[in-house]
């Protein structure tokens, strides 16, 4: 459902890495973005405002323009505000002093007898509960039939519907029943209504009075966005709610429900319905869920990072080797070693999705594993002398070194072209004023040029 809120943010996050070092103007304009983005998913006005401005409080900070990746501090940012935003910890439902009441409460059609079942089965199955299921639904003949078909089909008892039972009278039976049978949790499924109107939160009243419920819990259809937020408003407002039940979340709805929920109504969001069938509930973690909103950016982000810090860190080595005027095979030795890890951040690239254009990035630099390899085998093959001063390997030794590495005398003559020329860039940068110019000349990528095969 956050597909297109994802995509949104994601490009944004993209054109802010783009950009390297961020300059205010730059986290000011995709704060515009993350604005419309937000607008456009739905998200209640005063909510979007409060957030895009506790965002850009921070993000305009010192630290993030002066930080080594400021576009991933601004995700970070963005999505410890969405966590936030969502209600922060997990929210579990509060069950002890049996038999605890969930009174399921909501408008016609937006799930309460589906969810309720949903519900019953999650709390048998994984809390291991001993859960009883009624249906105070007499304004419609089928109701009551309808819960007893779903909670038969989620393996849950279900109180058995008398007919012309009043509301308050059914209440009481599932109480009796609950208590005299050892039942820890009773779930009562209620009437909807088309709007909210007096005659049903009289109703409800009377009900909540009766049975002091543990919870009430609100069912909205996240379908119809601000509106589940409104509606959820009135219902707290007159009979006090205590979590609200996303459902639909499967359908195309732009997430705006479930963004604005908790900060306009202060109520947390228990549980979402993902799906017609009994298994389609999940637990709701806003931290699961902001991640999902932010997936692709972080995951690239990640590895960005790491792949970056790979390449700064074995620049830098190389920098101080090279200004002690040093850079042996040994050295090429382990510059190789660095580039066989960075294939390995290749090989984890592969498994992820959406990251395509790093890939490219990455297969662009044409990196060969299997020359890695056998160019270590080659460093490996030659004496310790031999690596500390290359210019003793003369065509027996080459012969040997071919030998034992498994290669040709050719590749073995290849690799000791690569470390002179590297050897003859050291000494122009060294007559050029440094290597630090050098490296800066080398510009990010870090790597020498010709340490790369081909
Ligand atoms: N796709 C999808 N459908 C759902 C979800 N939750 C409920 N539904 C469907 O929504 C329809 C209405 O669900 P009900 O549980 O009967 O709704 P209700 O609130 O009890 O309706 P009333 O009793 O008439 O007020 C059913 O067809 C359900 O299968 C969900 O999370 N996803
Ligand atoms: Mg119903």
Request: hydrophobic fraction near 45%.
């Amino acid at each position: 459902m956050f597909e297109q809120l994802s995509r949104r943010l994601t490009d944004v996050f993209e054109r802010l890495r783009r950009r390297g070092a961020l300059r205010e103007g730059d986290v000011e304009a995709a704060l515009r973005e993350i604005r419309v983005a937000l607008l456009e998913a739905d998200v209640a006005l005063p909510v979007v405002k409060r957030l895009v401005a506790d965002i850009k409080e921070r993000a305009v900070g010192r630290e993030v323009l002066q930080s080594v990746t400021p576009a991933q501090m601004v995700v970070k940012i963005v999505h410890d505000r969405l966590v936030e935003l969502l209600g922060g910890e997990a929210r579990a439902l509060r069950l002890d002093a049996p038999p605890a009441v969930i009174l399921m409460v909501g408008l016609q059609g937006s799930g309460k007898t589906t969810t309720s079942a949903k519900l019953a089965r999650h709390l048998v199955r994984r809390a291991r509960k001993r859960v009883l299921l009624a249906s105070l639904d007499v304004r419609r003949p089928a109701a009551q039939e309808q819960l007893r078909t779903l909670a038969a089909q989620a393996e849950v008892p279900c109180l058995d519907p008398q007919p012309g039972e009043p509301v308050l009278a059914i209440a009481d039976r599932a109480m009796d029943r609950a208590r005299r049978e050892g039942f820890e949790v009773v779930i009562l499924d209620t009437a909807g209504r088309l709007h909210i109107d007096e005659e049903l939160m009289e109703e409800l009243e009377s009900v909540r009075d009766r049975v002091r419920p543990a919870e009430i819990l609100l069912v909205a259809d996240a379908l119809t966005g601000q509106d589940a937020v409104t509606i959820a408003q009135s219902f707290d407002q007159r009979i006090g709610v205590s979590g609200i039940v996303l459902t639909r979340l499967d359908g195309d709805a732009r997430g705006g429900a479930a963004l604005s929920m908790r900060a306009v109504t202060g109520k947390p969001i228990v549980f979402v319905g993902v799906g017609e069938k009994l298994d389609a509930l999940e637990p709701f973690h806003p931290e699961r869920m902001a991640s999902r909103i932010l997936d692709m950016g972080d995951v690239v982000s990640l590895v960005e990072r790491v792949a970056e810090q790979v390449e700064r860190e074995e620049a830098e080595r190389l920098a101080r080797r090279m200004a002690k005027g040093r850079f042996d095979l040994n050295d090429l030795r382990k510059q190789l070693e660095q580039l066989k890890s960075l294939g390995g951040v290749k090989g984890i690239l592969a498994q992820l999705p959406g990251i395509q254009r790093l890939r490219r990035q990455i297969d662009e630099s044409r990196l060969d594993e299997r020359l890695l390899v056998r160019q270590c085998a080659i460093i490996d093959s030659m004496t310790p002398e031999e690596r500390r001063r290359p210019e003793i390997i003369h065509a027996s030794r080459k012969r040997r070194i071919a030998k034992g590495s498994g290669t040709s005398v050719q590749e073995v003559n290849k690799l000791l072209k690569q470390h002179r020329q590297m050897q003859d860039m050291l000494k122009k940068a060294q007559r050029a004023g440094g290597v630090g110019k050098l490296f800066g000349a080398i510009g990010g990528r870090g790597l020498p040029p010709g340490l790369l095969p081909h």
